[in-house]
C-alpha cells in the first residue's frame, strides 16, 4: 500500500482542488504512480480529469477515481491502493463522517489556508479533528498547514501575519501541527491548468511556469522532509 495523503479544511473553496492538482502533477514528474480520489461532492478534480481526457492532456502516472462515502473510500483504497506510490484525496469541504474517515486513513494530512479569518478558522479545525483521531485512535497522523493564494501585497494583511502565531498557538495547546515554510502563491497558471491543460508539469516552460515549478518542487520537497522525519520520530 502506497503513502496516503488528505486535503482538509472545512471551508470550501480553500485551494485544496488546486493543491492536490499541482501535488500530484510534481510526483508524477518524479515516476511516482499517483491515485487521486475525488472525495468532494464539487467534484471538480472529477471535471478536470473529464477535460484533460477531451483535450487530449492526459497525464501520466495519474489516475483519478471518486468516493462519496466511508464505504467506498476503503473500497477504492483497498481495491486500488496496492497498484500506486501515493495516494491524494481531496476530503470534502464540510465536517462529516466521510471527512472523518478519510483523515483516519491518512498518513498526513495538509490543510492550505488563505489570509483570511473564516480559512485560518478552517484549518485550526482540521488540526483539531486530526489530533482527535490520534487521541482516541493511538493513531500517529501528521498534519500540516500550507499557506496559499499568497500575494505580494497579501503578505501586509493582518490575517497573513495572523496565520504563524495562530499555528504556534496551537502548538503551545499541544496540538501537533506545524507550518509549511513552502507558500503557493496567486498564479494565473495555476488556474489555467484547471481548463483541462493537465499538470503544470505538461506547461510550456515560460518564466511563469518555471517560476512555478520551481515553487511547487520546494513545497513536495519540504513536504517529504518534514514526513520522512515524522515517520523517523514514530520508529524511535
Partial sequence: MGRIYAAVSNKGGA??????????GEYAARNERVLIIDADA????????????????????????TASSSRSLETVINRMGASFDLIFIDAPGVDTSLQSAIVRSADLVISPIQPAIKEIEAAGQAAALVNQINDDTGASIQHLNLRTRVTVTGRNMEAYRYIRPFVAGLQQADYRTALCETELFERNVYREIQNGLGTLQMQELTDTVRKARTEVRALIDEIEERHQAHRKDRAA
Fill in 15 to 24: 485551494g485544496k482542488t488546486t493543491f492536490v492538482t499541482l501535488a500530484a
Fill in 42 to 65: 464539487r467534484q471538480n478534480l472529477s471535471g478536470w480529469w473529464r477535460l484533460c481526457h477531451n483535450k487530449e492532456n492526459v497525464p501520466a502516472n495519474i489516475e483519478v477515481t
